[in-house]
């Protein structure tokens, strides 16, 4: 959880960088036009046969243009996934262990109330933690191990 909205604040950062930056005429919106190179300016290489699927929905339902909630929708899991591809192990490991509070190898509940409190400086609502254990625990143990934490991440 941690290593996720972390990634999605500096996920966030870097699309509002790129849509302000691509904003040329700065009045909220990016011309479906700028999209393929604002794309690839932040790293994110599409297909022609993508750019145009892309293009074509932004025209269809946008009139040509996207406000920056629909920049976020539309770059925000293509950068999520990348981001998760990118991390190395050692970064995993780490990530892993600020959860793992008591080194036995798995993430408990108790464990993930304390990382959401501490880490993300925010009280979940009752319900949300166990569900988020819930998703993450592929093998039904109620503990979410290492494997389980990194395909968590890859399918994000």
Not at 55 to 65: A, T, V, Y
Not at 129 to 155: A, P, Q
């Amino acid at each position: 959880i941690y290593i996720c909205i972390y990634t999605s604040l500096c996920a966030f950062s870097e699309l509002a960088e790129a849509f302000k930056e691509f904003d040329y005429d700065q009045d909220g919106y990016l011309n479906y036009k700028d999209l393929a190179e604002c794309m690839r300016t932040m790293g994110y290489m599409p297909t022609e046969m993508e750019l145009l699927e892309i293009i074509q929905q932004i025209k269809m339902r946008l009139g040509g243009l996207m406000d920056f909630d629909d920049f976020c929708e539309l770059m925000g899991p293509r950068m999520m996934v990348e981001t998760a591809h990118m991390l190395g192990l050692k970064e995993l490991k780490s990530s892993f262990k600020q959860f793992d509070t008591d080194g036995d190898g798995k993430i408990t509940l108790d464990e993930m109330k304390e990382a959401a409190k501490t880490l993300l400086g925010e009280k979940l609502k009752k319900g949300e933690l166990e569900e988020i254990l819930k998703e993450m625990d592929l093998n039904g143990d109620g503990t979410v191990d290492f494997d389980e934490f990194v395909m968590m991440l890859s399918v994000q």
